[in-house]
C-alpha cells in the first residue's frame, strides 16, 4: 500500500506541475486545480513516508482522492486547451477572410 501511495502522489505532483508549467507557457494563469493537484500529490507523497499505508481506510481514501483529483484536473486541462484551440482558430480564419477580401478589393 505505501508504494501504491507514493506512485499516486509522484503522478498526481508530477501532473500537477506540468499542467501549471504549460498554463503559464500558454499564458493562461495559474489553475488552482492545478497547483491543489500538485499540492495533493506531494502530501500523498510525504505521507507514504511516514506510514500512512499502516492506516488501511485512510489509505484508501487518500487514493480515491488523489486519483479523482488527478481525473478532474487533467479534464479541466485539457477542456481549456479545446477552448483556446477553437478560439486560436476562429481568430485566425477571421484574420485571413479580412485579409483576403482587401487584397480583392485592391485590385
Request: no cysteine; aromatic share 2%.
Amino acid at each position: 500500500m505505501g508504494i501504491l501511495l507514493f506512485l499516486l502522489g509522484l503522478l498526481a505532483a508530477a501532473s500537477g506541475a506540468l499542467k501549471l508549467r504549460s498554463r503559464v507557457r500558454l499564458l493562461l494563469g495559474t489553475s488552482p486545480l492545478a497547483v491543489a493537484e500538485a499540492v495533493v500529490g506531494a502530501l500523498t507523497v510525504l505521507g507514504s513516508g511516514v506510514g500512512l499505508a499502516r492506516m488501511r481506510p485512510l489509505a484508501w481514501v487518500i487514493v480515491a482522492v488523489t486519483s479523482v483529483m488527478i481525473v478532474v484536473s487533467s479534464v479541466s486541462h485539457v477542456r481549456e486547451l479545446r477552448w483556446r484551440r477553437k478560439r486560436a482558430e476562429a481568430s485566425e480564419a477571421a484574420r485571413l477572410a479580412s485579409h483576403v477580401q482587401g487584397v480583392g478589393s485592391k485590385n
